[in-house]
């Protein structure tokens, strides 16, 4: 049986032009799959954003939509773009302009997880890696863009939250010494991706609920939010990191003992982002 690319969870009403987003939660591993790495399934979900979908769970139940990726990470990289493919893995590839994330091995269907550790033993051919962008890549990103146009139609603007987390020790190695470690990054691709109102009203939520906020560093927003973030047409888009370390045991891949208390607090704060695009919120009456 294929395994699913994603779920939409939509509200009894929309009452926001708020949509949250968790592209890298994914966790249906298959069997085919499972059968092709060379990797054990824990290492494998080092390179998922575990547990954002359950972090963000709430959101329907405020008014807002939920697009929920099924297919991990590991197997299919929902934040690159379709031609993103990596000649290291690929065959049939021709080596394009030096792509950073590409060489890396983290493009569109990943060559390796977290720590450099390689998924596959060889290379796969191209008819496969198309099959993987027909079967999830592309009904993903269909899913999302129709949810962008249906709530710009409904409210004249759409305010994507592009949900992430980012693994503790990433943000130790670009926090200076003696600074404060940032505990949410929001992306906007300095400026390009969100207008600067929603930022701020999305930053002023996290710190309300005491979270420490930095913006684009050490992520600034990746293929999502360059692809659909244009502000000048009312349709912003936010890149949200959240420290694992708040709420979940790493190295485990598990939830942390303060996870429930945990997720009450970002219930909080989506509560008070969905706030931003209702009829009289910040977002609209920036406009």
């Known amino acids: 049986?294929?395994?699913?690319?994603?779920?939409?969870?939509?509200?009894?009403?929309?009452?926001?032009?708020?949509?949250?987003?968790?592209?890298?939660?994914?966790?249906?591993?298959?069997?085919?799959?499972?059968?092709?790495?060379?990797?054990?399934?824990?290492?494998?979900?080092?390179?998922?954003?575990?547990?954002?979908?359950?972090?963000?769970?709430?959101?329907?139940?405020?008014?807002?939509?939920?697009?929920?990726?099924?297919?991990?990470?590991?197997?299919?990289?929902?934040?690159?773009?379709?031609?993103?493919l990596d000649p290291a893995l690929i065959e049939g590839i021709q080596r394009a302009p030096h792509n950073p994330r590409v060489s890396s091995g983290i493009g569109v269907i990943p060559r390796v997880v977290a720590g450099g550790r390689q998924i596959y033993r060889g290379k796969m051919p191209l008819c496969v890696a198309e099959d993987r962008l027909r079967a999830h890549w592309y009904p993903y990103h269909n899913a999302l863009r129709d949810l962008m146009d249906h709530t710009a139609t409904l409210f004249g603007e759409a305010i994507l939250v592009d949900c992430h987390s980012m693994p503790h020790e990433a943000i130790e190695s670009h926090t200076r010494p003696g600074m404060p470690r940032p505990e949410v990054v929001l992306g906007d691709r300095f400026g390009a991706a969100s207008g600067g109102h929603v930022v701020d009203a999305i930053e002023t939520a996290f710190r309300s609920a005491g979270l420490r906020v930095a913006r684009n560093a050490p992520f600034a927003g990746a293929f999502i939010a360059q692809s659909y973030g244009r502000p000048s047409s009312r349709r912003h888009v936010v890149q949200v990191e959240i420290d694992r370390g708040l709420y979940m045991d790493e190295l485990r891949v598990t939830r942390g003992r303060n996870f429930e208390s945990f997720r009450n607090v970002i219930t909080t704060v989506l509560a008070q982002i969905a706030d931003v695009g209702r009829p009289g919120g910040v977002a609209l009456a920036a406009e």
């Open 1 to 84: 049986m294929e395994q699913m690319s994603y779920r939409l969870l939509r509200p009894k009403v929309q009452s926001t032009s708020v949509i949250f987003a968790s592209p890298h939660s994914g966790r249906a591993y298959s069997p085919a799959f499972l059968e092709q790495t060379v990797l054990d399934a824990l290492v494998l979900r080092s390179s998922e954003d575990a547990f954002v979908d359950e972090l963000f769970s709430t959101a329907p139940g405020i008014g807002a939509p939920f697009l929920v990726a099924d297919v991990p990470r590991a197997y299919l990289d929902l934040n690159r773009a379709p031609d993103e």
